[in-house]
């Protein structure tokens, strides 16, 4: 059931929550289970769901409802007040509000959000108010060059078997030498910075853990994608900067480090120990990043993601696309879970090799090849028009949950939502390892308030990032506000 406040909801609501707590009109005891008494009134989870957190009702739809409840006599003494509001639209009694909507669709969408407003801290945006342009362009990233590593050290059982050759002749598994951010092996600054040293015992307990893990992915026949450990880049910290003669707006410029796969899904079960004890220090990370509270965060940024939420055309206008990640991937966060169209991490194949800056044109094409398999121009022939009509970044932020630092933009596909869909069937690589849903929706406010009030488990459906990106979205004026 929604997680909403119950003081705040309009009265019927709040009715048929109490009716639904305690099991009136239920056959049997305990309370009614959603998907129960949706099927018992003859409609939809998802159209009960909506009429928990307060929406309208169709009167033909409450007469169903209460005879559901109040198939017993004594259930309309019993609950007398419940009854009565439930069967008002037969008198003047209750406000008319009873079958109109108490909210509009956009106050709805504000009070769901509510709960996860805090799982995302932006750190850089821009309003658009001197250019235009309410948010990032190419021109307005930048990037250091990257020359630091940091790779924690693996179980030495798992060493010795990820690089010793199967029977392919390869071996099976990738591993890097161990390297501090300050380039020793022995993990000097780490220790500077946790003297205790119970870091590195928390590093070794995870390091094995996840080593058994990938280990037992290899071993088991059934498993069609074992992991790989592909180079990642980390955030070492970010800069808005105001370059020379440029126009007075938001510039983003960012600090990294290389670092790999194993590395962070190690560091992330790390973190998750060390918050328990010190939470403070991944608060407000935007006023105190790279130190905080004593602990150097960095560490535990050794990767970075791009979330893009695609466009292309419609029927019947503009439209964007959703995603479910599959459980092949073994990302517990995400699995399950609506996203945006492309979540895609920042890696080795995105930094120029010879100038060691972050190439963000390259890593918005290859998360858009990978995941859709739309090919950039130069692989096609001269007259083929180019796949991108719009790029625009919203926001660099640090996703709360996971402390993962992410940039999200909006890409404009020339393309029409059947072309984008046999792409993905013709050329996306990693589109049947990683996506299990493939949802399109109207490109309008809307469109993602419908997506998000209709889901049956609400915010609990998605990724703890997602909504907020489409809320960005529609703040900025991307798409009509309307709701």
């Not at 003047?92 to 909210?103: A, C, R, V």
Request: hydrophobic share 35%; glycine share 8%; proline share 6%.
């Amino acid at each position: 059931m929604s997680d909403q406040t119950n003081d705040e909801l309009p009265e019927r609501a709040k009715a048929i929550r109490r009716l639904m707590e305690a099991g009136v009109g239920r056959n049997g005891s305990g309370h009614w289970r959603q998907q129960e008494l949706a099927y018992r009134v003859g409609v939809s989870k998802g159209t009960l769901n909506r009429w928990i957190i307060g929406k309208y009702i169709d009167p033909n739809d409450l007469n169903c409802l209460v005879e559901v409840f109040f198939s017993r006599a004594e259930d309309k003494v019993t609950y007398s007040r419940e009854f009565q509001i439930l069967t008002a639209s037969q008198s003047s009694t209750l406000d008319e509000g009873i079958f109109s909507p108490q909210y509009s669709k956009y106050d709805l969408w504000n009070y769901m959000l509510r709960p996860i407003r805090g799982n995302v801290e932006r750190l850089l945006t821009e309003s658009g108010e001197f250019d235009g342009t309410p948010g990032f362009l190419l021109e307005h990233l930048s990037s250091s060059k990257i020359t630091d590593q940091f790779i924690v050290p693996a179980p030495k059982w798992f060493s010795d078997w990820a690089s010793t050759p199967d029977g392919s002749g390869y071996a099976p598994y990738e591993l890097r030498p161990p390297v501090d951010l300050d380039g020793s092996s022995d993990f000097a600054q780490l220790q500077k910075y946790y003297p205790d040293a119970r870091i590195l015992d928390l590093i070794r307990h995870h390091s094995e853990q996840y080593a058994r893990w990938v280990y037992e992915q290899h071993k088991d026949s059934r498993v069609q994608f074992p992991p790989f450990n592909k180079p990642t880049i980390g955030l070492l910290g970010w800069k808005q900067v105001q370059p020379a003669g440029r126009e007075e707006r938001a510039h983003l410029r960012l600090i990294n480090y290389q670092s790999d796969y194993y590395t962070n899904q190690v560091m992330t079960e790390v973190m998750r120990d060390i918050r328990k004890e010190r939470p403070g220090a991944f608060q407000n990370v935007g006023k105190s990043y790279p130190v905080s509270d004593g602990l150097y965060l960095p560490y535990f940024t050794p990767s970075m993601a791009l979330n893009i939420q695609v466009v292309t055309k419609g029927s019947n206008g503009p439209e964007t696309h959703i995603t479910m990640t599959s459980d092949r991937i073994g990302n517990k966060n995400q699995t399950g879970k609506f996203n945006s169209t492309v979540d895609e991490g920042l890696g080795i194949d995105d930094v120029d090799p010879v100038t060691g800056l972050v190439t963000f044109d390259s890593w918005v094409l290859r998360a858009l090849s990978e995941e859709l398999g739309i090919v950039p121009r130069a692989l096609f022939p001269k007259d083929r028009r180019d796949p991108i009509d719009n790029l625009i970044f919203l926001e660099f932020s640090v996703e709360m949950v996971n402390f993962e630092p992410f940039l999200s933009c909006v890409v404009t596909l020339d393309m029409t939502t059947e072309e984008l869909l046999e792409a993905i069937r013709a050329n996306a690589r990693d589109a049947s390892r990683e996506i299990e849903q493939f949802k399109t929706i109207p490109y309008t406010a809307e469109g993602f308030m419908d997506l998000l009030i209709d889901h049956p488990t609400g915010v609990a459906g998605f990724t703890t990032f997602s909504p907020l990106i489409f809320d960005l979205i529609i703040q900025k004026g991307l798409v009509p506000k309307g709701g």
